[in-house]
């Protein structure tokens, strides 16, 4: 599926994150940076080593934070990671740090003048946050975002499997 938003096209796709041609793939990643097990492990793998010693460098990441890094082997150029919040019943900030890491992953684009970007849905894997009310959190703010200035001309939600991607397909009908 795909939408416009002022000059951005805004595109909902099931597949492969490590396999997609843009500027910036996101990470889901955890706080330490080290990797990990479904997108942040994927991402690692594919990537490889140069991901890692550039994320050692950084050190660490808050939840809601986001820090750059090259894409290694990826066919992006760089990875963008942010650590989305662990799903704690929704009353202890989830959806803010949520919504802080989707702003947060594009202003780091926007700081190098990308074009094009990827996102996996953020902390609906390991983190267990549920899926509907983490994909109304990210559609809405990369909704609003692309309603402003942006250099981005193509941002992507590139999901893993048919019932992420229906989800997501049927919030972005709902938020249009």
């Not at 150029?77 to 989830?94: A, D, F, L, M, Q």
Request: glycine share 12%.
């Amino acid at each position: 599926m795909e939408v416009r938003i002022n000059q951005t096209l805004l595109c909902l796709i099931e597949g492969d994150i490590t396999r997609q041609k843009v500027d910036a793939v996101v990470n889901a990643a955890n706080s330490s940076l080290r990797g990990g097990g479904g997108v942040d492990g994927a991402i690692h793998r594919a990537g490889g080593p140069k991901i890692l010693e550039e994320c050692l460098k950084i050190g660490s990441c808050s939840p809601g934070e986001a820090v750059i890094t090259s894409g290694g082997n990826l066919k992006a150029k760089y990875v963008i990671h942010t650590v989305g919040p662990v799903w704690r019943g929704g009353n202890k900030s989830e959806e803010l740090l949520l919504g802080n890491s989707y702003k947060n992953s594009l202003q780091r684009a926007e700081e190098k003048s990308l074009k094009s970007m990827a996102f996996p849905s953020i902390s609906t894997g390991a983190y267990g946050y549920p899926m509907d009310k983490a994909a109304r959190i990210a559609l809405s703010v990369i909704i609003k975002y692309l309603k402003g200035k942006t250099s981005l001309k193509t941002v992507k939600f590139v999901l893993f499997g048919k019932s992420a991607y229906l989800v997501y397909e049927r919030t972005l009908m709902d938020l249009l």
